[in-house]
């Protein structure tokens, strides 16, 4: 899971990137950096954080959160070349419509977010600088020592997220950056809670009833190990390695099919072309894509276009055996 967030963070500036939005705990997305943060800081600038808990769920990408956090603590590094301190804290809060002119940022919205805080006391900014600060390539640093980019992409990141950031700063009085991210809400807006995660997986709610799933990937092992995890969750599973072998399977009437779950790159033909050619013979039915791939060959327009869901590989067992329930039940399951 570490390897994947780290490969979509390198991936972050190529066009067809594959965003996975879920719901996520800020806390533990920040808690999980930490580490990494006090390496890229090095061991003259102290950390202290303050976690609000039982903060609501954001609708955000882990591993773009991770290159935020990152990139933040990189920026506030560059400021305190002497050492110094640096603060993460989280928290909930509500913006009325009327705080939006006391705030006196033009990108502030109303309603109710989870706030990430990262504040140091380095040599901070002036107006100017502050003002260029979310531009492409605007650096302050000498030729070579830096691209101008990180806070650019934390800008598009945070905006894609529909949040929006706050700077506070003063020459020679420290840098203060506040990240304003919407309450998640799940598809009845109802307000999603963070901290479910794996536990979710372990509920009744998100078992079969004896469904069986068409299984196709070509991974012997990663076959295997998703055909017991279906298995233990109370479904029957056929799996195969290859899409024509996936084809007789399913033709075969000794047991209806009534999900194909397959990976999109197969050795003699894509699961795109396999599900639209099952779909020829039972049109209703359920299909779920999976792919490790970013570029091109995941097929995501394709995917989307044709209406097949898709999970960004690697994936938690809970998304996967929730997505199955909504596809074979068409509503999120009750837990």
């Known amino acids: 899971m570490r390897a994947g967030e780290i490969s979509r963070q390198l991936l972050s500036f190529s066009r067809n990137q594959a965003v996975c939005l879920t719901a996520l705990d800020l806390n533990v997305c920040v808690r999980e950096n930490l580490k990494m943060i006090q390496s890229l800081l090095g061991e003259d600038i102290q950390i202290s954080t303050r976690f609000e808990p039982g903060l609501n769920s954001i609708h955000a990408d882990a591993g773009q959160i991770s290159q935020v956090v990152l990139n933040l603590a990189a920026n506030a590094r560059d400021a305190m070349p002497r050492g110094g301190q640096l603060t993460l804290s989280t928290s909930k809060l509500a913006v009325a419509p009327h705080d939006i002119e006391r705030l006196g940022h033009a990108g502030a919205l109303a309603g109710e977010f989870v706030c990430l805080t990262v504040a140091d006391n380095g040599s901070g900014m002036t107006d100017h600088v502050r003002s260029h600060l979310f531009e492409p390539f605007f650096t302050t640093k000498e030729r070579g020592k830096g691209t101008g980019l990180g806070l650019s992409v934390v800008y598009g990141i945070v905006k894609q997220s529909h949040g929006w950031i706050n700077v506070a700063s003063r020459p020679n009085s420290g840098t203060t950056f506040r990240i304003y991210f919407p309450i998640h809400t799940d598809s009845q807006g109802a307000t999603a809670t963070a901290g479910a995660g794996e536990v979710a997986a372990e509920t009744p709610a998100l078992c079969g009833n004896g469904e ?16 017991r995890m279906l298995e233990a969750s109370n479904y029957r599973v056929v799996v195969c390695s290859r899409a024509q072998e996936a084809v007789e399977r399913f033709l075969d009437k000794g047991a209806p099919v009534e999900l194909l779950l397959s990976d999109v790159v197969l050795p003699d033909r894509d699961g795109v072309t396999l599900a639209t050619q099952l779909r020829t013979y039972q049109p209703q039915l359920p299909v779920l894509l999976c792919s490790g791939y970013t570029d091109e060959r995941s097929q995501m327009d394709t995917i989307l276009a044709k209406g097949f869901r898709f999970l960004q590989k690697p994936y938690a067992k809970a998304d996967v055996l929730n997505t199955i329930h909504q596809l074979l039940h068409g509503r999120e399951p009750q837990l």
């Open 212 to 227: 069986q799933i068409l299984l196709v990937e070509d991974d012997v092992d990663v076959g295997q190990l998703m055909a």
